[in-house]
């Protein structure tokens, strides 16, 4: 039984005060409720720490990246190691995300290794694919996203340190989301190539997230889609009417 995830990527926003109140008020519609789904929240590395060390209950943190090299310390200015991250309290790390890719040239070996780095530090890695908007138009969606699962996510993989969100290029930020069917062809596919890959049983039981442009009222919609189990939430999680909007269509 997959549970579904609703995360939060803030990308690179919020000074210190505004992000410290939004962290706190998704801690408190967290609460001790026992919510049927899990939270995750996925601030910019300057608050990582502050988050990560506010009263959180069961509500995920995570790093929106981490570094490639397998050290865990060094001369590598600039990045900051898995072990790093998570000894600041983070339970998951984002990587391989469509902006990493285009705008620092990181590839699936990259990625891969960046996932099998947050892995081994005892994170759960959320792996991002997702074609362009020329690769859908030339029919080659399925094929890229295939392509991106093979190469970017490690052996070591399983439903517990892994979760792929899917991630069309062309519908974060843009306000537009592909059909359901659309979304459901791409996350079938994406089952299946983790089935390959990894087994039926690791595959069956790792999450697939939705991501781009989701919001409280394309939710429900989205989420009620075969093979999608959950969210990954770039703008709408930066107000917390919207981002719990997305996440009591799940109530
Ligand atoms: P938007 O929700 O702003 O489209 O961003 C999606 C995203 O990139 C999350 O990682």
């Not at 939270?39 to 988050?51: A, E, N, Q, Y």
């Not at 991106?148 to 519908?171: H, L, M, R």
């Amino acid at each position: 039984m997959r549970r579904k995830l609703i995360a939060g990527n803030w990308k690179m926003n919020e000074l210190k005060s505004e992000g410290l109140q939004l962290a706190q008020a998704v801690f408190e519609k967290c609460g001790n409720r026992n919510l049927p789904f899990d939270v995750l929240i996925c601030p910019p590395m300057s608050l990582l720490g502050l988050v990560a060390d506010l009263p959180h209950g069961a509500c995920g943190i995570g790093s929106q990246d981490v570094a490639e090299t397998t050290k865990a310390s060094g001369a590598f200015t600039g990045d900051v190691s898995a072990v790093m991250v998570k000894d600041l309290g983070a339970t998951h790390a984002i990587v391989g995300h469509s902006e990493r890719r285009t705008m620092h040239g990181e590839t699936d070996a990259v990625v891969r290794q960046k996932a099998e780095n947050a892995i081994q530090a005892g994170l759960t890695a959320v792996i991002c694919i997702g074609e362009t908007e020329a690769e859908r138009e030339s029919g080659d969606a399925l094929n890229v996203v295939s392509r991106q699962i093979k190469g970017s996510v490690p052996a070591i993989a399983t439903a517990e340190n892994c979760v792929i969100a899917y991630e069309p290029v062309w519908a974060i930020g843009t306000g537009k989301t592909p059909t359901t069917a659309d979304v459901a062809e791409v996350h079938t596919a994406v089952r299946a190539e983790l089935q390959k890959l990894l087994g039926a049983e690791i595959a069956d039981e790792m999450r697939i997230l939705y991501g781009g442009s989701v919001k409280p009222g394309n939710a429900k919609e989205l989420l009620a889609v075969e093979n999608v189990d959950g969210a990954l939430i770039g703008g709408a999680s930066l107000k917390i009417a919207d981002f719990w909007g997305i996440a009591e269509t799940q109530l």
